[in-house]
T-cell receptor, first 112, second 113 residues
Framework: DAGVTQSPTHLIKTRGQQVTLRCSPK?????VSWYQQALGQGPQFIFQ???????QRGNFPDRFSGHQFPNYSSELNVNALLLGDSALYLC???????????FGPGTRLTVL | AQTVTQSQPEMSVQEAETVTLSCTYD???????LFWYKQPPSRQMILVIR??????QNATENRFSVNFQKAAKSFSLKISDSQLGDTAMYFC??????????FGGGTRLMVKP
């Protein structure tokens, strides 16, 4: 049984560009959360997707958007990248009847 | 809004000894969950232990145990018989029914041989 997978592992972009990060949850999990972890800090909640809808959102601007597909996989899109968007982006997979979150290995985004 | 505070940015412990990491939180909720996550240099966030607020008994997972003081809003992690593989960042996290995790700033633990 594959765990949570994320792609790509690393990504380098320049200011103003757009980026898409991808996450595949554990088998049987139907909910995906995204977190941003700046260097040396704890992760911060971006948003959560369930049944292809954004169910909950943290304090992030509209430049951050997402999508969930019928197979429960999810994308995180960030538009108009800023230097401050450089971070590790973590995806967490959840089964809706439980509250235990399984994290993927993350995508390291560097904005130059 | 909930907040989670870890007051120890860095700690070190000798191999085979015991170390306690501190965490305090603030919430007006009565029903919630608390977690300790470990993040080694590989970046993978790994669940160490969880505690349901309605349970008075402290959770234990092998060498890891917690001291949950609900009235004081304190949730510390004790690691017994520390091993080199325990070297990592440790994050305390809070979660209510909404599934959103609120993390503390982390404690960097170094286990010395």
């Amino acid at each position: 049984d594959a765990g949570v997978t994320q792609s790509p592992t690393h990504l380098i972009k320049t200011r103003g560009q757009q980026v898409t990060l991808r996450c595949s949850p554990k088998s049987g999990h139907d909910t995906v959360s995204w977190y941003q972890q700046a260097l040396g800090q704890g992760p911060q909640f971006i948003f959560q997707y369930y049944e292809e809808e954004e169910r909950q959102r943290g304090n992030f601007p509209d430049r951050f958007s997402g999508h969930q597909f019928p197979n429960y996989s999810s994308e995180l899109n960030v538009n108009a990248l800023l230097l401050g968007d450089s971070a590790l982006y973590l995806c967490a997979s959840i089964f809706s009847l439980s509250n235990e979150q399984f994290f993927g290995p993350g995508t390291r985004l560097t904005v130059l | 809004a909930q907040t989670v505070t870890q007051s120890q940015p860095e700690m070190s412990v000798q191999e085979a000894e015991t170390v306690t990491l501190s965490c305090t939180y603030d919430t007006s909720e009565s029903n919630y969950y608390l977690f300790w996550y470990k993040q080694p240099p590989s970046r993978q966030m790994i669940l160490v232990i969880r505690q349901e607020a309605y349970k008075q008994q402290n959770a234990t997972e092998n060498r890891f145990s917690v001291n949950f003081q609900k009235a004081a809003k304190s949730f510390s992690l004790k690691i017994s018989d520390s091993q080199l593989g325990d070297t990592a960042m440790y994050f305390c996290a809070f979660n209510n029914a909404g599934n959103m995790l609120t993390f503390g700033g982390g404690t960097r633990l170094m286990v010395k041989p």
